[in-house]
């Protein structure tokens, strides 16, 4: 039978590119995201080719997921490949003017629930001695830059736990991989800027990003290294960004 693999937030951007990438290559999918009327438009687009399985699914329930993953079809039970990329930045204040909400709300998306997803997943797979979960992380949880407060501390927990989890996988054939995305044009900005499309154009606007197919090229490349090699962390970043020096403040 061919591979199946579960991504979470298949509803735009790098999960929906990651989908599109793995139903070309044959894999069987498991799709799920908050959207349903997202979902089901691309499961009636992809399910021409590949049997695909779509969910609608708020990563944030915890009860929610368990039970997502104990209903899953037969056919789909013994997942392969977990993509833990359903997460959002809210907000680019200095954290002293931020939302507490919006805090919240990043935490409970890109740690929690990955959490979630990745514990209801990976005793299966540690069963089967086969599978590999891919964390979308980012060069966020690398480098700070001004109003990254808590989502770049999401993405930090989510590097850290990643080769935390390499630890723990010690001895079996489960693979774990970081992905770390720079800047790439989704969805991501207009959700960081709450619906501002003008906003959110201006992150974009002279530049040439990455694009969700770039990221999914990435993922799928990890996903299908040899069974013996394990893609630790993968940073990549378009041309167009690179670093800055240190901000010194002087006193006028
Ligand atoms: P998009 O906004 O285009 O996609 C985000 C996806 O996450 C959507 O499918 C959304 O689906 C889903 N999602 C958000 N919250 C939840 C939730 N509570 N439950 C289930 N699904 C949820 O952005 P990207 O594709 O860019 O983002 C994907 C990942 O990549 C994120 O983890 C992001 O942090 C990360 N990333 C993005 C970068 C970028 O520059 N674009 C760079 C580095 C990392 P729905 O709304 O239907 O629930
Ligand atoms: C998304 C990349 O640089 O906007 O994780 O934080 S960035």
Aim: aromatic share 8%; proline share 4%; hydrophobic share 45%.
């Amino acid at each position: 039978m061919s591979q199946s693999a579960l991504i979470t937030g298949a509803t735009s951007g790098f999960g929906a590119a990651c989908a599109r990438r793995f139903a070309a290559e044959g894999w069987r999918l498991m799709l799920c995201g908050r959207r349903q009327e997202r979902l089901d438009e691309l499961r009636a687009e992809l399910a021409t080719i590949t049997p695909v399985h779509a969910f609608a699914l708020d990563v944030r329930d915890e009860a929610a997921v368990n039970a997502a993953i104990a209903a899953l079809p037969a056919e789909f039970a013994a997942i392969d490949l977990l993509v833990n990329n359903a997460g959002l930045a809210l907000g680019l204040e200095p954290a002293q003017r931020c939302d507490m909400q919006d805090w919240e709300d990043m935490i409970d998306t890109n740690i929690k629930g990955l959490l979630y997803c990745t514990r209801a997943v990976l005793p299966g797979m540690v069963e089967r001695n086969r599978g590999h979960i891919v964390n979308i992380g980012s060069v966020a949880g690398n480098y700070p830059y001004p109003g990254g407060n808590v989502y770049g501390g999401t993405k930090a927990f989510v590097k850290q736990f990643s080769l935390n989890l390499r630890t723990d996988l010690l001895g079996t054939k489960v693979r774990v991989t970081n992905v770390e995305p720079g800047m790439a044009e989704t969805e991501f900005s207009l959700v960081r800027f709450k619906g501002d499309e003008s906003k959110a154009g201006r992150i974009y606007d002279g530049a040439q990003p990455l694009a969700a197919a770039d990221i999914a090229d990435v993922v799928y490349w990890a996903a299908t290294r040899p069974a013996h090699v394990n893609i630790n962390r993968v940073e990549v970043m378009p041309v167009c960004q690179a670093f800055s020096p240190f901000a010194i403040h002087r006193e006028a």
